[in-house]
């Protein structure tokens, strides 16, 4: 094995000229190209844990592995085969979203409002980009994912209520959700978990109160004398509606149930008939007929409503107490119509007035229901885990680019040439190592 001998580094550095005087120079000269080779070794090794870094972060976003694909080209022949056949050799997988998106949506808040916000709906496959939330289209709240900064805007927080309209054309609000952060880094602002603007979807707020009296209160002092809201005004207990308040020319929503459903499903004993009774001692009170819903005519009770001192003193109707709450349901195309309330002026505001209801409730639930069938999710995101395979990278960016797809390649681009740049610094710094070693040998 070479040894190098130590009389060579005294003769080198200690090396005499032709007058016998030391040789500085050259150990000078010696030292600085160790000294810049070292330092340029060490500055290309910061600069590969920099794009290391980089990589790994970029990598670390689900979201950085998401593509949409523009769908009028997504649809032609040669792109869907070549798509498949990428698939097939799990090279990529796909997401499903819905034709109709993004599009420019309204949103507002109890203080706040946001004219355009560009908004995406992702089909439920997107949970786990999401971080597992616990999302369920027909059990949970149904959620509105906003940036941290638009919820500043809006001055909301997790949990808060937002209305939402199709920017740009005026009308009402189409939908009412709560909102939540988006917690990972995304260049998107603003999503959901479905098509709530498609027009099969339908969507109910209910407001639960823990007190019956509280609930029939709020429903004949606020819904109906103080906002004027038309009917049905539907009301419920458990996950069900037992009743409703109608007008004549009114019925209540289908999914009212009579009330022998709620005796055999929930226990519940009925009073022979239903009697309300209010501080100025009128009386509202009706038969009960087990065998259809509870309808309370509206004529009958709107003229003790509109009385002096007519709060509600008590309510007459089960034979024991009942430990679930009660809730009001309030349906946004059966209760807000242009049908009922004529003018859109009136009608977006006692939309907004929600707000009011939100905070007088004890809890609210949103349920957002529409019709599988009639879901029109397509494959519009490309989801790519392989991003640290340069080869693999640039043969599916010059094949899409080929087709004339168009689709996001800045996103895809910026991380083969952030691996380039971290192939290219490791061969760098490999032969300063090699050159500085040739150096001092």
Known sequence: MFKVQPDIFRRFFFRKQADNSSDRFLPVIFIIIIAVSTSIISLSTFELFDYKVRIENFLSNEWNKIYDLYLGDTDRKDVKDYLAGMKDHNY????????????????????????????????????????????????????????????????????????????????????????????????????????????????????????????????????????????????????????????????????????????????????????????????????????????????????????????????????????????????FQRTFNFQKIRRLETLVKKQESIFDYYKTCDSLAIISINDDFKRNDTYLYMHYTKLDSIILSKEILQELNYKNVRWDTGKWTSIINLNESLKKGQRNTILLIFVNLVIVL
């Open 92 to 331: 990529l997988d796909f997401k499903t979203g819905f034709r109709d998106y993004p599009k420019m949506l309204s949103i507002k808040s109890k203080s706040g409002y946001i004219e355009n916000v560009l908004a995406y709906a992702f089909s439920d496959d997107f949970k786990t980009i999401m971080g597992n939330i616990d999302f369920d289209r027909y059990k949970d709240d149904d959620i509105l994912f906003l940036d941290p900064a638009l919820m500043k805007k809006l001055n909301v927080a997790t949990g808060d209520l937002v209305l939402l309209k199709v920017a740009n054309i005026g009308g009402n609000y189409r939908q009412a959700l709560k909102v939540k952060p988006i917690v990972n880094a995304t260049r998107i602002k603003c999503f959901f978990l479905d098509n709530y603007f498609d027009y099969a979807s339908n969507c109910k707020l209910r407001f639960f109160f823990n007190d019956m009296n509280e609930m029939f209160n709020f429903l004949m002092q606020e819904l109906i004398d103080e906002y004027h809201l038309p009917t049905p005004l539907n009301f419920g207990y458990g996950n069900n509606l037992f009743g409703a308040v109608c007008a004549p020319n009114d019925r209540p929503s289908d999914f009212v149930l009579p009330l022998t459903y709620f005796q055999q499903n929930y226990g519940l004993g009925f009073a022979n008939s239903l009697r309300f009774l209010f501080d100025n001692d009128e009386v509202y009170s009706q038969k009960i007929n087990t065998t259809e819903p509870l309808i309370i005519d509206y004529d009958k009770l709107i003229k003790i409503i509109e009385q002096p001192n007519s709060q509600l003193k008590s309510v007459d109707l089960f034979e024991s107490q009942l430990p679930e709450p009660f809730f009001i349901e309030i349906d």
